[in-house]
């Protein structure tokens, strides 16, 4: 079975700066989805990022970028230039390319951005 | 962009009692329809995934006959909480899988149910 570990309960930045998110997640598929989503407030989740194993090359959305490392299986999101808006909880989640029904979410991170 | 709506927002019930919650893709037809319960500063637990026009199909640990869902509709599912007790006060969230042009799960606000 699949399972996804964020291993930071809460993380905090300053205004303008850049922070990471880590999350490693442990799988046998050579193929899947990875995403990150974001939790405000409102608790409505907001897909931020996804990425494709069987691509390479990194993903990124404006200031949200991630470091996919597929041989050490870890997803990490990278949040530059942080917003008082990007205050959350942002959960990474895992979805096999196979079986479209399941998304598997780590237990998140709550960010904090200090004025 | 997809939207998928709730109601109600917030429901108060007393134990023993029925509660439905309905989860509605108000631009888009869903066939596919997911429901999660989320504990207090914990992570979205996937509870069941609902099929229009099909059973639903369970999560490992979780009661088919006391949390009833119907997806009577490519626009509707609902999830109804029957003999509800406290300790089923939770926050449920609904999601919504839009396949053109990929597959994606578009999540709703979701549902405070505080069973007393």
């Known amino acids: 079975a699949q399972t996804v570990t964020q291993s930071q309960p809460e993380m905090s930045v300053q205004e303008a700066e850049t922070v990471t998110l880590s999350c490693t997640y442990d799988t046998s598929e050579s193929d899947y989805y990875l995403f990150w989503y974001k939790q405000p407030p409102s608790r409505q989740m907001i897909l931020v990022i996804r990425?494709?194993?069987?691509?390479?090359q990194n993903a990124t959305e404006n200031r949200f970028s991630v470091n996919f490392q597929k041989a050490a299986k870890s997803f990490s999101l990278k949040i530059s230039d942080s917003q008082l808006g990007d205050a959350a909880m942002y959960f990474c989640a895992y979805r096999s390319l196979y079986n479209t029904d399941k998304l598997i979410f780590g237990t998140g991170t709550r960010l904090q951005v200090f004025p | 962009g997809a939207v998928v709506s709730q109601h109600p927002s917030r429901v108060i019930c007393k134990s023993g009692t029925s509660v439905k919650i309905e989860c509605r893709s108000l631009d888009f037809q869903a066939t596919t329809m997911f429901w999660y319960r989320q504990f207090p500063k914990q992570s979205l637990m996937l509870m069941a995934t609902?099929?229009?026009?099909?059973?639903?199909?369970?999560e490992q640990g979780v009661e088919k006959d006391k949390f009833l869902i119907n997806h009577a509709s490519l626009t509707l599912s609902t999830l109804t909480v029957t003999s509800a007790h406290p300790e089923d006060s939770s926050f449920y969230i609904c999601?919504?899988?839009?396949?053109?042009?990929?597959?994606?799960?578009?999540f709703g606000p979701g549902t405070r149910l505080t069973v007393t």
């Open positions: 609902s099929n229009e026009g099909s059973k639903a199909t369970y």
């Open positions: 999601s919504a899988l839009v396949t053109v042009p990929r597959d994606e799960q578009y």
């Open positions: 990425q494709e194993a069987y691509k390479q």
